[in-house]
């Protein structure tokens, strides 16, 4: 793994936390991986786990469509994070 992967997989969870919040719309792994891809360095992987990991931790929601799993903001947490402007 290069130096620039090995440091864009270290700050993974915070790049797609904001990416899933921004976007507010449900996405697919492979969809966040082709659109992160080129501006991060993020692997396939990388974003795979990560995704797995913040839908455990209750950052984000996951649901499954079939064999597909589909990830999204838990919008019950932006007035934690202060993004509901309330």
């Not at 697919?28 to 913040?54: C, I, M, P, Y």
């Not at 649901?63 to 799993?69: A, C, H, N, P, S």
Request: aromatic share 10%; no cysteine.
């Amino acid at each position: 793994m290069s130096k620039g992967r090995a440091e864009a997989a270290a700050g993974a969870a915070g790049i797609l936390l904001r990416y899933l919040q921004e976007q507010n719309r449900p996405y697919s792994a492979q969809d966040v991986f082709g659109n992160l891809q080129r501006e991060h360095g993020l692997g396939k992987a990388v974003v795979v786990k990560t995704l797995e990991q913040l839908a455990q931790q209750g950052k984000i929601k996951e649901k499954m469509y079939g064999k597909q799993k589909i990830y999204f903001a838990d919008q019950t947490l932006w007035r934690v994070w202060g993004v509901a402007g309330s």
